[in-house]
C-alpha cells in the first residue's frame, strides 16, 4: 500500500515557476514508476511527466517539454515536479501517480490533487 500527498500548488503569474512535491507512505517506494498528470478545467486528465524507479530515464509530454523536469529522491520518498515558464494552459490540478507490477499484477495508487493556477 502507497499513501500519495502533493503539495507546493498554488496561483503563480505567467513565466513564474513552481515546485511541485509528492511525499509517499510505504517501504517499497523505490520500487514504484511516478509520474504527474494533470487535468485542466473542461479537460481529460493528461500525462505531464514520468519518472523510473531509480530515477535513470524519465519522460514529458511534448507541451512541457524543456519546462518542466521531474526528479525523485528515494531515500526520502519524494517525487517532485519543478515547473518553470508556466503558462495559463499549465493551469490544472497536479496528481502524483504509482505504479509497479508484479508479474500479472499492476498496483496503482494516486494523490488526492494539488491546484495550479496560471494568471495574472
Known amino acids: 500500500q502507497v499513501q500519495l500527498v502533493e503539495s507546493g500548488g498554488g496561483l503563480v503569474q505567467p513565466g513564474g515557476s513552481l515546485r511541485l512535491s509528492c511525499a509517499a507512505s510505504?517501504?517499497?517506494?523505490?520500487?514504484?514508476?511516478m509520474r504527474w498528470y494533470r487535468q485542466g478545467p473542461g479537460k481529460e486528465r493528461e500525462l505531464v511527466a514520468s519518472i523510473t524507479s531509480t530515477g535513470s530515464d524519465t519522460n514529458y509530454a511534448d507541451s512541457v517539454k524543456g519546462r518542466f523536469t521531474v526528479s525523485r529522491e528515494n531515500a526520502k520518498k519524494l517525487v517532485y515536479l519543478q515547473m518553470n515558464s508556466l503558462k495559463p494552459e499549465d493551469t490544472a490540478v497536479y496528481y502524483c501517480n504509482a505504479e509497479r507490477r508484479i508479474s500479472s499484477i499492476t498496483m496503482v495508487y494516486w494523490g488526492q490533487g494539488t491546484q495550479v493556477t496560471v494568471s495574472s
Open positions: 510505504g517501504s517499497t517506494f523505490s520500487s514504484y514508476t
